[in-house]
Protein backbone atom coordinates (compact mmCIF):
# COMPACT_ATOMS: atom_id res chain seq x y z
CA UNK A 1 0.00 0.00 0.00
CA UNK A 2 1.14 3.79 -0.49
CA UNK A 3 1.48 6.79 1.78
CA UNK A 4 -1.97 7.64 0.57
CA UNK A 5 -3.58 4.37 1.27
CA UNK A 6 -2.19 4.54 4.74
CA UNK A 7 -3.28 8.13 5.08
CA UNK A 8 -6.68 7.63 4.02
CA UNK A 9 -7.08 4.32 6.62
CA UNK A 10 -5.34 7.02 9.20
CA UNK A 11 -8.29 9.71 8.59
CA UNK A 12 -11.26 7.07 8.46
CA UNK A 13 -9.24 6.01 12.12
CA UNK A 14 -9.20 9.13 13.50
CA UNK A 15 -12.90 9.99 12.40
CA UNK A 16 -13.98 8.30 15.34
CA UNK A 17 -16.69 10.23 17.15
CA UNK A 18 -15.23 9.42 20.35
CA UNK A 19 -11.51 10.08 19.04
CA UNK A 20 -12.88 13.21 17.38
CA UNK A 21 -13.66 14.55 20.68
CA UNK A 22 -10.68 13.48 22.16
CA UNK A 23 -9.06 15.68 19.63
CA UNK A 24 -11.66 18.42 20.30
CA UNK A 25 -10.30 18.26 24.29
CA UNK A 26 -6.41 18.21 23.50
CA UNK A 27 -6.75 21.62 21.46
CA UNK A 28 -8.87 23.34 23.87
CA UNK A 29 -6.84 22.16 26.73
CA UNK A 30 -4.00 22.89 24.98
CA UNK A 31 -4.65 25.85 23.94
CA UNK A 32 -6.10 27.01 27.39
CA UNK A 33 -3.01 26.01 29.37
CA UNK A 34 -0.31 27.33 26.63
CA UNK A 35 -2.19 30.52 26.80
CA UNK A 36 -1.01 30.90 30.42
CA UNK A 37 2.23 33.17 30.39
CA UNK A 38 5.29 31.01 30.70
CA UNK A 39 4.29 27.61 30.04
CA UNK A 40 5.09 26.21 26.90
CA UNK A 41 3.98 22.92 24.86
CA UNK A 42 6.39 21.08 26.57
CA UNK A 43 5.34 22.09 29.80
CA UNK A 44 1.80 21.73 29.14
CA UNK A 45 1.77 18.40 27.55
CA UNK A 46 3.76 17.42 30.98
CA UNK A 47 1.06 18.65 33.23
CA UNK A 48 -1.72 17.13 31.03
CA UNK A 49 -0.14 13.92 30.98
CA UNK A 50 -2.15 12.06 33.81
CA UNK A 51 -5.26 13.10 31.76
CA UNK A 52 -4.52 10.45 28.97
CA UNK A 53 -3.29 7.80 31.53
CA UNK A 54 -7.05 5.31 31.54
CA UNK A 55 -7.44 5.85 27.86
CA UNK A 56 -6.89 3.89 24.87
CA UNK A 57 -3.64 4.19 23.19
CA UNK A 58 -5.72 5.55 20.06
CA UNK A 59 -7.25 8.10 22.26
CA UNK A 60 -4.60 8.95 24.29
CA UNK A 61 -1.66 9.72 21.89
CA UNK A 62 -4.82 11.87 19.34
CA UNK A 63 -5.55 13.75 22.49
CA UNK A 64 -1.30 14.19 22.54
CA UNK A 65 -1.58 15.90 19.10
CA UNK A 66 -4.31 18.04 20.15
CA UNK A 67 -2.65 19.43 23.06
CA UNK A 68 0.97 19.10 21.29
CA UNK A 69 -0.17 22.10 18.53
CA UNK A 70 -2.71 23.93 21.11
CA UNK A 71 0.14 24.80 23.16
CA UNK A 72 2.14 25.70 19.97
CA UNK A 73 -0.70 28.31 19.50
CA UNK A 74 -1.16 29.18 22.86
CA UNK A 75 2.78 30.09 23.33
CA UNK A 76 2.43 32.43 19.97
CA UNK A 77 -0.63 34.26 22.27
CA UNK A 78 1.33 34.97 25.16
CA UNK A 79 4.47 35.59 22.87
CA UNK A 80 2.27 38.60 21.22
CA UNK A 81 0.24 39.99 23.44
CA UNK A 82 2.50 40.27 26.89
CA UNK A 83 5.73 39.46 25.38
CA UNK A 84 6.48 36.07 27.50
CA UNK A 85 7.24 33.70 25.70
CA UNK A 86 6.19 29.98 26.88
CA UNK A 87 8.56 28.29 24.66
CA UNK A 88 12.10 29.18 23.17
CA UNK A 89 10.79 28.60 19.73
CA UNK A 90 8.56 32.09 20.31
CA UNK A 91 11.07 34.03 20.70
CA UNK A 92 11.13 35.30 17.45
CA UNK A 93 7.16 35.80 17.51
CA UNK A 94 7.79 37.85 20.74
CA UNK A 95 10.41 40.37 18.56
CA UNK A 96 7.67 41.72 15.98
CA UNK A 97 4.63 40.51 17.11
CA UNK A 98 4.45 42.28 20.71
CA UNK A 99 5.40 45.50 18.55
CA UNK A 100 2.34 45.25 16.26
CA UNK A 101 0.14 44.42 19.23
CA UNK A 102 1.40 47.39 21.38
CA UNK A 103 0.99 49.38 17.72
CA UNK A 104 -3.13 48.41 18.40
CA UNK A 105 -2.24 45.77 15.59
CA UNK A 106 -2.83 42.72 17.94
CA UNK A 107 -5.25 41.10 15.83
CA UNK A 108 -3.68 40.99 13.07
CA UNK A 109 -0.85 39.16 14.77
CA UNK A 110 -2.85 37.12 16.40
CA UNK A 111 -4.56 35.97 13.13
CA UNK A 112 -1.56 35.52 10.59
CA UNK A 113 -0.13 33.05 13.78
CA UNK A 114 -3.14 31.18 13.79
CA UNK A 115 -3.59 31.06 9.64
CA UNK A 116 0.25 30.20 8.96
CA UNK A 117 -0.08 28.16 11.61
CA UNK A 118 -2.91 25.87 10.31
CA UNK A 119 -1.06 26.45 6.94
CA UNK A 120 2.03 25.22 8.11
CA UNK A 121 0.54 22.35 10.03
CA UNK A 122 -1.73 21.16 6.98
CA UNK A 123 1.92 21.17 4.92
CA UNK A 124 4.07 19.97 7.25
CA UNK A 125 1.49 16.52 8.20
CA UNK A 126 1.46 16.08 4.46
CA UNK A 127 5.15 15.71 4.27
CA UNK A 128 5.75 13.87 7.15
CA UNK A 129 2.89 11.35 6.01
CA UNK A 130 4.93 11.03 2.24
CA UNK A 131 8.23 12.33 2.39
CA UNK A 132 9.22 10.99 6.08
CA UNK A 133 11.76 8.06 4.54
CA UNK A 134 13.24 10.23 2.68
CA UNK A 135 13.81 12.72 4.95
CA UNK A 136 15.46 10.72 7.58
CA UNK A 137 17.57 9.16 4.96
CA UNK A 138 18.81 12.73 4.53
CA UNK A 139 19.38 13.23 8.30
CA UNK A 140 21.30 10.28 8.40
CA UNK A 141 24.12 11.42 6.70
CA UNK A 142 24.76 14.15 8.83
CA UNK A 143 27.49 13.32 11.21
CA UNK A 144 29.09 15.76 13.69
CA UNK A 145 31.15 18.18 12.00
CA UNK A 146 28.03 18.88 9.50
CA UNK A 147 25.83 19.23 12.79
CA UNK A 148 28.71 21.60 14.67
CA UNK A 149 28.30 23.45 10.90
CA UNK A 150 24.86 23.72 10.84
CA UNK A 151 25.63 24.76 14.89
CA UNK A 152 27.62 27.85 13.92
CA UNK A 153 25.60 29.23 10.83
CA UNK A 154 22.42 29.54 13.49
CA UNK A 155 24.65 31.39 15.83
CA UNK A 156 26.00 33.98 13.54
CA UNK A 157 22.17 34.23 12.26
CA UNK A 158 21.13 34.84 15.72
CA UNK A 159 24.01 37.82 16.54
CA UNK A 160 23.58 39.42 13.50
CA UNK A 161 19.90 39.28 12.86
CA UNK A 162 19.02 40.81 16.57
CA UNK A 163 19.63 43.94 17.74
CA UNK A 164 22.12 47.00 16.02
CA UNK A 165 24.97 45.73 16.97
CA UNK A 166 26.49 42.55 15.96
CA UNK A 167 28.84 42.73 18.91
CA UNK A 168 26.28 42.76 21.56
CA UNK A 169 24.49 40.31 19.83
CA UNK A 170 27.67 38.23 20.35
CA UNK A 171 28.69 38.99 23.63
CA UNK A 172 24.74 37.94 25.01
CA UNK A 173 25.63 34.63 22.61
CA UNK A 174 28.55 34.24 24.94
CA UNK A 175 27.30 34.69 27.96
CA UNK A 176 24.97 31.89 26.71
CA UNK A 177 27.52 30.13 26.12
CA UNK A 178 28.94 30.54 29.43
CA UNK A 179 25.74 29.26 31.55
CA UNK A 180 25.30 26.24 29.12
CA UNK A 181 28.91 24.94 30.26
CA UNK A 182 27.22 24.89 33.74
CA UNK A 183 26.57 21.17 35.03
CA UNK A 184 28.10 17.87 34.22
CA UNK A 185 29.82 17.25 31.17
CA UNK A 186 28.51 15.16 28.62
CA UNK A 187 31.60 13.24 27.15
CA UNK A 188 32.98 13.07 30.84
CA UNK A 189 31.23 12.89 33.15
CA UNK A 190 33.07 15.72 35.35
CA UNK A 191 30.90 18.56 37.08
CA UNK A 192 32.21 21.93 35.84
CA UNK A 193 31.11 25.34 37.07
CA UNK A 194 28.96 23.93 39.92
CA UNK A 195 30.67 25.71 42.45
CA UNK A 196 29.61 23.18 44.77
CA UNK A 197 26.04 23.78 44.92
CA UNK A 198 24.58 20.33 43.83
CA UNK A 199 21.33 21.98 42.18
CA UNK A 200 24.05 23.42 39.47
CA UNK A 201 24.82 20.19 38.69
CA UNK A 202 21.76 19.28 36.31
CA UNK A 203 22.86 22.77 34.67
CA UNK A 204 20.49 25.79 33.97
CA UNK A 205 17.12 25.20 33.47
CA UNK A 206 15.99 27.09 29.53
CA UNK A 207 12.71 27.66 30.92
CA UNK A 208 13.51 29.06 33.88
CA UNK A 209 16.68 31.24 31.57
CA UNK A 210 13.40 32.38 29.15
CA UNK A 211 10.89 32.81 31.72
CA UNK A 212 13.28 35.49 33.93
CA UNK A 213 14.67 37.14 30.61
CA UNK A 214 11.18 37.79 29.37
CA UNK A 215 8.62 37.89 31.82
CA UNK A 216 10.26 39.01 35.06
CA UNK A 217 12.53 41.09 33.06
CA UNK A 218 10.16 42.56 31.49
CA UNK A 219 7.58 43.35 34.42
CA UNK A 220 10.71 44.45 36.08
CA UNK A 221 11.53 47.11 33.22
CA UNK A 222 7.75 47.81 32.99
CA UNK A 223 7.72 48.60 36.89
CA UNK A 224 10.93 50.92 36.51
CA UNK A 225 8.99 53.17 33.71
CA UNK A 226 6.98 54.00 37.05
CA UNK A 227 3.85 56.61 36.17
CA UNK A 228 5.48 58.53 33.13
CA UNK A 229 3.05 56.73 30.61
CA UNK A 230 5.98 55.56 28.38
CA UNK A 231 5.62 51.80 26.80
CA UNK A 232 2.24 52.04 27.42
CA UNK A 233 0.32 49.02 26.49
CA UNK A 234 -2.55 49.67 24.31
CA UNK A 235 -5.90 47.92 23.21
CA UNK A 236 -6.66 47.23 19.56
CA UNK A 237 -7.57 49.44 17.17
CA UNK A 238 -10.11 48.80 14.69
CA UNK A 239 -10.26 45.51 12.97
CA UNK A 240 -9.11 42.11 14.58
CA UNK A 241 -9.10 40.11 11.17
CA UNK A 242 -5.99 40.95 8.55
CA UNK A 243 -6.70 43.33 5.58
CA UNK A 244 -5.31 43.19 2.05
CA UNK A 245 -2.01 43.88 2.86
CA UNK A 246 -1.31 42.00 5.96
CA UNK A 247 -2.55 38.51 3.32
CA UNK A 248 -0.47 39.64 0.73
CA UNK A 249 2.65 40.22 2.96
CA UNK A 250 2.32 36.76 5.22
CA UNK A 251 1.11 33.90 2.33
CA UNK A 252 4.93 34.08 1.34
CA UNK A 253 6.57 33.81 4.69
CA UNK A 254 4.19 30.87 5.52
CA UNK A 255 5.29 28.98 2.54
CA UNK A 256 8.81 29.64 3.38
CA UNK A 257 8.64 29.56 6.74
CA UNK A 258 7.12 25.29 6.46
CA UNK A 259 9.62 24.67 3.96
CA UNK A 260 12.01 25.82 6.38
CA UNK A 261 11.45 24.74 9.80
CA UNK A 262 9.72 21.00 8.16
CA UNK A 263 13.57 19.85 7.50
CA UNK A 264 15.05 21.02 10.29
CA UNK A 265 12.91 19.50 12.59
CA UNK A 266 12.80 16.48 11.30
CA UNK A 267 16.77 16.32 12.00
CA UNK A 268 17.77 14.42 14.60
CA UNK A 269 20.01 17.49 16.27
CA UNK A 270 17.14 20.18 14.98
CA UNK A 271 14.53 21.49 16.60
CA UNK A 272 12.00 24.76 16.11
CA UNK A 273 14.39 27.19 17.18
CA UNK A 274 17.09 27.33 14.70
CA UNK A 275 14.06 26.80 12.18
CA UNK A 276 12.48 30.32 13.32
CA UNK A 277 15.73 32.32 13.76
CA UNK A 278 16.41 31.07 9.77
CA UNK A 279 12.91 32.09 8.82
CA UNK A 280 13.82 35.63 10.87
CA UNK A 281 16.91 36.11 9.09
CA UNK A 282 14.94 35.65 5.53
CA UNK A 283 12.37 37.26 6.22
CA UNK A 284 14.28 40.42 7.33
CA UNK A 285 16.73 39.49 4.52
CA UNK A 286 13.29 39.61 1.75
CA UNK A 287 10.61 41.89 2.69
CA UNK A 288 10.01 45.01 1.36
CA UNK A 289 9.59 47.01 4.06
CA UNK A 290 12.79 46.90 5.79
CA UNK A 291 12.27 49.81 7.74
CA UNK A 292 9.31 47.86 9.89
CA UNK A 293 11.75 45.42 11.26
CA UNK A 294 12.05 45.82 15.16
CA UNK A 295 9.34 48.22 14.97
CA UNK A 296 6.33 45.67 14.30
CA UNK A 297 6.21 43.92 10.82
CA UNK A 298 4.31 40.79 10.19
CA UNK A 299 6.25 39.14 8.12
CA UNK A 300 8.25 38.53 11.06
CA UNK A 301 5.37 36.75 12.61
CA UNK A 302 4.26 34.94 9.83
CA UNK A 303 7.69 33.40 8.74
CA UNK A 304 8.64 32.10 11.96
CA UNK A 305 5.34 31.04 12.95
CA UNK A 306 4.75 29.05 10.52
CA UNK A 307 8.59 27.29 10.55
CA UNK A 308 7.74 26.55 14.38
CA UNK A 309 4.43 24.45 13.35
CA UNK A 310 6.40 23.08 10.29
CA UNK A 311 8.80 21.82 13.06
CA UNK A 312 6.70 20.82 15.52
CA UNK A 313 5.22 18.37 12.88
CA UNK A 314 8.88 17.66 11.76
CA UNK A 315 10.01 16.71 14.86
CA UNK A 316 7.35 14.28 14.79
CA UNK A 317 9.92 12.39 11.52
CA UNK A 318 12.45 11.21 14.03
CA UNK A 319 10.18 10.24 16.90
CA UNK A 320 8.37 8.03 14.95
CA UNK A 321 10.40 6.67 12.94
CA UNK A 322 13.60 6.07 15.02
CA UNK A 323 12.41 6.62 18.16
CA UNK A 324 14.66 9.36 18.90
CA UNK A 325 12.83 12.69 20.50
CA UNK A 326 14.86 15.35 19.65
CA UNK A 327 12.85 18.39 21.54
CA UNK A 328 11.48 18.21 25.22
CA UNK A 329 7.88 17.94 23.93
CA UNK A 330 8.72 15.10 21.76
CA UNK A 331 10.55 13.20 24.88
CA UNK A 332 7.48 13.53 26.85
CA UNK A 333 5.05 12.37 23.96
CA UNK A 334 7.49 9.70 23.97
CA UNK A 335 6.81 8.90 27.50
CA UNK A 336 3.20 8.31 26.68
CA UNK A 337 3.77 6.17 24.04
CA UNK A 338 5.94 4.01 26.51
CA UNK A 339 3.06 4.10 29.17
CA UNK A 340 1.05 2.20 26.67
CA UNK A 341 4.35 -0.79 25.99
CA UNK A 342 4.67 0.73 22.80
CA UNK A 343 8.22 1.67 21.03
CA UNK A 344 8.59 4.03 18.38
CA UNK A 345 10.81 3.22 15.73
CA UNK A 346 10.67 1.28 12.12
CA UNK A 347 9.09 -1.87 13.98
CA UNK A 348 6.45 0.46 14.96
CA UNK A 349 4.96 1.42 10.75
CA UNK A 350 4.78 -2.84 10.77
CA UNK A 351 3.48 -3.66 13.98
CA UNK A 352 0.94 -0.57 14.63
CA UNK A 353 0.07 1.07 11.52
CA UNK A 354 -3.42 2.03 12.25
CA UNK A 355 -2.12 3.93 15.44
CA UNK A 356 0.40 5.25 13.61
CA UNK A 357 -1.38 6.79 10.95
CA UNK A 358 -4.08 7.68 12.98
CA UNK A 359 -1.49 9.80 14.91
CA UNK A 360 -0.13 11.35 11.16
CA UNK A 361 -4.02 12.21 10.54
CA UNK A 362 -5.22 13.35 13.96
CA UNK A 363 -3.00 16.26 13.26
CA UNK A 364 -4.60 17.28 10.20
CA UNK A 365 -7.80 17.34 12.45
CA UNK A 366 -6.05 18.69 15.37
CA UNK A 367 -4.84 21.48 13.46
CA UNK A 368 -8.39 22.61 11.60
CA UNK A 369 -9.83 22.21 14.61
CA UNK A 370 -7.60 24.58 16.34
CA UNK A 371 -8.10 26.92 13.55
CA UNK A 372 -11.75 26.67 14.05
CA UNK A 373 -11.61 27.23 17.86
CA UNK A 374 -8.92 30.24 18.12
CA UNK A 375 -10.12 32.71 14.89
CA UNK A 376 -13.24 33.45 16.30
CA UNK A 377 -11.81 33.75 19.70
CA UNK A 378 -8.91 36.41 18.40
CA UNK A 379 -11.16 39.16 20.02
CA UNK A 380 -11.30 37.71 24.08
CA UNK A 381 -7.38 37.10 23.71
CA UNK A 382 -6.55 40.81 22.07
CA UNK A 383 -8.83 42.70 25.26
CA UNK A 384 -5.78 41.07 27.19
CA UNK A 385 -4.19 44.32 26.16
CA UNK A 386 -7.16 46.06 28.43
CA UNK A 387 -5.94 44.77 31.49
CA UNK A 388 -4.66 47.32 33.77
CA UNK A 389 -0.81 47.30 33.80
CA UNK A 390 -0.22 46.71 37.04
CA UNK A 391 -2.86 43.52 37.32
CA UNK A 392 -1.33 42.53 33.91
CA UNK A 393 2.28 42.27 35.06
CA UNK A 394 1.35 40.91 38.31
CA UNK A 395 -0.13 38.01 37.03
CA UNK A 396 2.64 37.45 34.42
CA UNK A 397 5.17 37.21 37.46
CA UNK A 398 2.36 34.68 39.56
CA UNK A 399 1.97 32.48 36.43
CA UNK A 400 6.01 32.86 35.62
CA UNK A 401 6.83 31.81 38.80
CA UNK A 402 4.03 28.59 38.89
CA UNK A 403 5.80 27.78 35.67
CA UNK A 404 9.26 27.60 36.86
CA UNK A 405 7.75 25.61 40.11
CA UNK A 406 6.30 23.42 37.92
CA UNK A 407 8.67 22.71 35.52
CA UNK A 408 11.49 22.14 38.55
CA UNK A 409 10.04 22.55 42.55
CA UNK A 410 12.81 24.44 43.74
CA UNK A 411 13.77 27.28 45.78
CA UNK A 412 16.85 27.81 44.25
CA UNK A 413 15.10 27.33 41.10
CA UNK A 414 13.05 30.07 41.89
CA UNK A 415 16.35 32.02 43.39
CA UNK A 416 17.81 31.96 39.83
CA UNK A 417 14.42 32.98 38.43
CA UNK A 418 14.92 36.48 40.10
CA UNK A 419 18.78 36.48 39.58
CA UNK A 420 18.02 36.14 35.47
CA UNK A 421 15.21 38.28 35.93
CA UNK A 422 17.23 41.09 37.16
CA UNK A 423 19.95 40.32 34.71
CA UNK A 424 16.99 40.36 31.97
CA UNK A 425 16.18 44.20 33.48
CA UNK A 426 19.87 45.18 33.24
CA UNK A 427 20.45 43.91 29.81
CA UNK A 428 17.16 45.57 28.34
CA UNK A 429 18.71 49.18 29.88
CA UNK A 430 22.20 49.14 28.72
CA UNK A 431 20.84 47.78 24.96
CA UNK A 432 21.62 44.51 25.05
CA UNK A 433 19.82 41.68 22.74
CA UNK A 434 17.60 39.31 25.15
CA UNK A 435 17.10 36.51 22.73
CA UNK A 436 20.87 35.53 22.09
CA UNK A 437 21.73 34.53 25.71
CA UNK A 438 18.72 32.18 25.32
CA UNK A 439 19.79 30.71 22.14
CA UNK A 440 23.00 30.12 23.91
CA UNK A 441 21.54 28.14 26.41
CA UNK A 442 19.49 26.08 24.10
CA UNK A 443 22.38 25.34 21.07
CA UNK A 444 25.57 25.29 22.45
CA UNK A 445 25.28 22.28 24.52
CA UNK A 446 24.67 20.37 20.60
CA UNK A 447 27.15 22.70 18.97
CA UNK A 448 29.86 20.98 21.88
CA UNK A 449 29.13 17.84 21.88
CA UNK A 450 29.28 17.92 17.97
CA UNK A 451 32.19 19.22 18.10
CA UNK A 452 34.38 17.17 20.30
CA UNK A 453 32.88 13.83 18.60
CA UNK A 454 34.29 15.18 15.26
CA UNK A 455 37.72 16.25 17.02
CA UNK A 456 37.60 12.66 18.61
CA UNK A 457 37.20 11.13 15.32
CA UNK A 458 39.85 13.32 13.94
CA UNK A 459 42.48 12.60 16.87
CA UNK A 460 42.47 16.82 16.91
CA UNK A 461 42.65 17.53 13.75
CA UNK A 462 40.48 20.45 13.07
CA UNK A 463 40.81 21.30 9.71
CA UNK A 464 38.36 17.55 9.47
CA UNK A 465 35.24 20.29 9.56
CA UNK A 466 36.86 21.16 6.18
CA UNK A 467 36.63 18.20 4.35
CA UNK A 468 32.85 17.81 4.53
CA UNK A 469 31.26 19.33 1.70
CA UNK A 470 27.95 19.87 3.33
CA UNK A 471 30.14 21.37 6.55
CA UNK A 472 32.17 23.69 4.26
CA UNK A 473 29.41 25.22 2.80
CA UNK A 474 27.78 25.82 5.66
CA UNK A 475 30.96 27.32 7.58
CA UNK A 476 31.46 29.26 4.27
CA UNK A 477 27.93 31.08 4.85
CA UNK A 478 28.21 31.65 8.27
CA UNK A 479 31.56 33.57 7.89
CA UNK A 480 29.98 35.51 5.31
CA UNK A 481 26.95 36.53 7.28
CA UNK A 482 29.56 37.52 9.84
CA UNK A 483 31.59 39.55 7.92
CA UNK A 484 29.81 41.37 5.11
CA UNK A 485 27.64 43.48 7.57
CA UNK A 486 30.97 44.35 9.46
CA UNK A 487 32.26 45.12 5.72
CA UNK A 488 28.90 46.93 4.63
CA UNK A 489 29.21 48.77 8.02
CA UNK A 490 32.93 49.78 7.87
CA UNK A 491 32.32 51.18 4.47
CA UNK A 492 29.24 53.37 5.14
CA UNK A 493 31.18 55.01 8.44
CA UNK A 494 34.29 55.32 5.47
CA UNK A 495 31.63 57.20 3.62
CA UNK A 496 30.11 59.53 6.11
CA UNK A 497 33.71 60.14 7.49
CA UNK A 498 34.90 61.14 3.48
CA UNK A 499 31.40 63.36 3.35
CA UNK A 500 32.37 64.85 6.78
CA UNK A 501 36.08 65.88 5.46
CA UNK A 502 34.72 67.14 2.35
CA UNK A 503 32.27 69.82 3.62
CA UNK A 504 35.09 70.82 6.25
CA UNK A 505 37.32 71.69 3.27
Known sequence: MSAFDFLLQGLATASDPMLLFYALIGVTLGTAVGVLPGIGPALTVALLLPVTYRLDPAGSLIMFAGIYYGGMYGGSTTSILLNTPGESASIITALEGNKMARKGRGGPALATAAIGSFVAGLIATLLLAFLAPHVVKLALVFGPREYFALMVLAFVTVSSAFGDSTLRGLTSLFLGFGLACVGIDQLTGQARMSFGVPDLLDGIEVTTLAVAMFAVGEALAIAALGNTG????????????????????????WLRGTFIGFPIGAMPAGGAEIGTFLSYATEKKLTKHPEEFGHGAIEGVAGPEAANNASAAGTLVPLLTLGLPTTATAAIMLAGFQQFGLQPGPLLFATNPELVWGLIASLLIANAMLLVLNLPMIGLWVKLLTIPKPWLYAGILLFATLGTIGANPSTFELGMLLVFGLVGYGMRVFGYPIAPIVVGLILSPMAEQQL????????????VLLTSPIAAVMLGIAALALIVPLVMRMRGRGAVLSQLAGDED
Open 452 to 463: RRALSISQGDWT
Open 230 to 253: EDKVHAVKGSVWMNRSDWSRSWKP
